[in-house]
């Protein structure tokens, strides 16, 4: 079965910045469209940035400018750099990793997802 292995998550100071990187197991890394969510206290789990397999990249309105999503298809991992964080990014953050086809204006769409990481925590101070 395919694992998903999200770090890099901490405690940040507001204008600061962080890395997070998954490691997703398996020989079809390179044909999955992957991608970061995020769930804040008392909301739902919503899209934050993703890439599919041909490098498009798509992102919540929120973080652009500030977040930048990048793959390395020989590593199995996913990357994402946080810029000028703001404490309306604190959440808990999961990697995800998706098969097939999917247009792009349901990349951001949690369904089109099928293998998740367990999170890692972000959180933001003022």
């Known amino acids: 079965q395919v694992t998903v292995v999200e770090s890099g998550g901490g405690l940040v100071a507001a204008g600061g910045s962080l890395r997070l990187s998954c490691v997703i197991s398996?020989?079809?890394?390179?044909?999955?469209?992957i991608g970061w969510f995020r769930q804040a206290p008392g909301k739902g789990r919503e899209g934050v940035a993703v890439?599919?397999?041909?490098?498009?990249?798509n992102y919540a309105d929120s973080v652009k400018g500030r977040f930048t999503i990048s793959r390395d298809n020989s590593k199995n991992t996913l990357y994402l750099h946080m810029n000028n964080l703001k404490p309306e990014d604190t959440a808990m953050y999961y990697c995800?990793?998706?098969?097939?086809?999917?247009?792009?204006?349901?990349?951001?769409?949690?369904?089109?997802?099928?293998?998740w990481g367990q999170g890692t925590q972000v959180t933001v101070s003022s």
């Open positions: 995800a990793a998706g098969e097939g086809r999917l247009s792009r204006s349901l990349l951001l769409h949690q369904s089109g997802y099928i293998y």
């Open positions: 398996g020989d079809f890394f390179s044909t999955y469209h």
């Open positions: 890439i599919d397999a041909g490098g498009n990249e």
